[in-house]
């Protein structure tokens, strides 16, 4: 298997992936079926696994390694510019195609089944659960929002310190490593878990369910390939003087992962590999990387929350104004590290619907497509996550163009993390 390229075992497993989910739905075969939600269900578990480590060793590391780098200040600040930037333009997308094909025309609903989902997210839920009251319960729980402070608030501690916190980030550097190998096993199982995973999709929902809201699951589509192949482009283009092609050659691997495992902080690895391959430097891709991988999603916060808000509005009948979607972009853009990287957007979803005011029962109507939807939607949000450092490193000059340029030609065939001997140290930089 490691003669066939990465990329191309993950497109047959999706191939058959497809041809299985047909056949189990056709000849109502159910142990195919269980099979095929068995294996998709393994993957996404052991991706999950890795989650809670990874994360707080990541963003320990990546926080600490900014004392390495020059203009760490200015770059943080910049990397945050450019998120909210490409997240007010995908919300603007979003906005525009839910006014323009009016997603709920033709829709027929069963509005009396709907309930709200059980996991719900508001402003003040969003405030006070980024605070862990055990910071081994956020762990436990997977709460990844709360890592992420608690990673944060330990890595600035960590980086004021000095040098009598390097055997503590020495300890984190060796975690990650070892995390970051055990998930590159786990990543290369990528093609059967597609198969898997797209199989009792196609299974599960069929064209039967699809139908009723074809039309929205479209208009998601549409405006994730709007935002992947149209705006991200030009941003290259216009903010970075790059070569899309170039990008997207690099990147592909990240974004395709993406799309199939359905979860950005799983992608986290093949996409700091597949940024670092684009010529970013690693101590800034480092940091970049990981902390989008938590809050830099265009696809699940920005453009899905618009397009899911406007429909959920038509089907209950509730008119919206001018302030309601500058409120929909409002919470798109500062509110996007609700979703955290997980798979699925309802947390981002319920917020956007609870700050309009909208019935959270209209949520329950979409859940049935919402691992259809969510492939797209992280797929862009990688893409994004992979965006911004590149953009970034462009305008700051230290982009190694000439790695950009031949990133797509040496391709992502082998996955293996940096070994930690290669890594730049992390001494403080001398005053």
């Known amino acids: ?27 109502d075969v159910s142990w195919l079926t269980t099979t095929l939600h068995t294996i998709g269900s393994l993957f996404v578990q052991l991706l999950k696994l890795a989650v809670p480590p990874l994360v707080f060793t990541a963003i320990v590391v990546s926080v600490v390694s900014l004392r390495g780098v020059a203009n760490a200040a200015r770059l943080a600040l910049k990397t945050l510019m450019w998120f909210g930037i490409t997240a007010l333009i995908s919300v603007s997308i979003g906005i525009g195609l839910g006014l323009l094909v009016d997603p709920s025309r033709g829709v027929t609903l069963d509005l009396g089944g709907a309930a709200a989902p059980k996991k719900t997210g508001s402003w003040t839920d969003f405030l006070t659960g980024i605070v862990p009251t055990n910071p081994v319960g956020a762990f436990v729980e997977g709460n990844v929002l709360q890592i992420v402070f608690l990673a944060v608030v330990i890595g600035a501690a960590a980086l004021l310190v000095g040098d009598a916190a390097e055997p503590f980030v020495a300890l984190n550097r060796s975690l990650l490593e070892i995390v970051q190998k055990a998930l590159w096993w786990v990543i290369r199982l990528a093609p059967i878990g597609t198969l898997g995973l797209i199989g009792n999709a196609v299974a599960s929902y069929g064209w039967d369910l699809l139908a009723p809201l074809a039309k929205f699951t479209t208009a998601v589509y549409v405006g994730c390939a709007i935002v992947l192949f149209v705006v991200y482009p030009l941003v290259l283009v216009l903010a970075g003087q790059l070569n899309p092609l170039r990008f997207f050659a690099g990147a592909w691997p990240a974004i395709e992962l993406a799309f199939v495992s359905r979860s950005s902080v799983g992608t986290m690895p093949v996409t700091q590999r597949s940024v670092e391959r684009l010529g970013v430097p ?14 830099k999603m265009d696809g699940c916060a920005a453009i899905y929350p618009a397009l899911a808000a406007i429909f959920v509005a038509q089907v209950f009948g509730v008119q919206l104004g001018v302030t309601d979607y500058l409120l929909i972009a409002f919470v798109s853009v500062v509110g996007s590290a609700a979703t955290a990287g997980l798979t699925g957007a309802i947390v981002m979803l319920t917020l956007t619907l609870s700050t309009l005011g909208l019935p959270l029962a209209g949520a329950g109507l979409l859940l049935a497509i919402d691992p259809i939807l969510d492939m797209m939607r992280t797929a862009t949000n990688v893409a994004g996550q992979a965006l911004v450092p590149t953009v970034v490193a462009a305008r700051e000059g230290t982009l190694d163009r000439a790695a950009y340029e031949s990133a797509g030609r040496r391709g992502l065939t082998d996955p293996e993390p940096v070994a930690a001997d290669t890594r730049p140290e992390l001494n403080p930089v001398p005053a």
């Open 1 to 27: 298997m490691r003669k066939i390229p990465f990329s191309v075992q993950i497109l047959l497993g999706l191939v058959l992936g497809v041809a299985l989910g047909f056949l189990a739905r056709a000849n």
């Open 282 to 295: 690693r101590e800034y891709a480092s940091f970049a990387v990981p902390f989008g991988a938590t809050t």
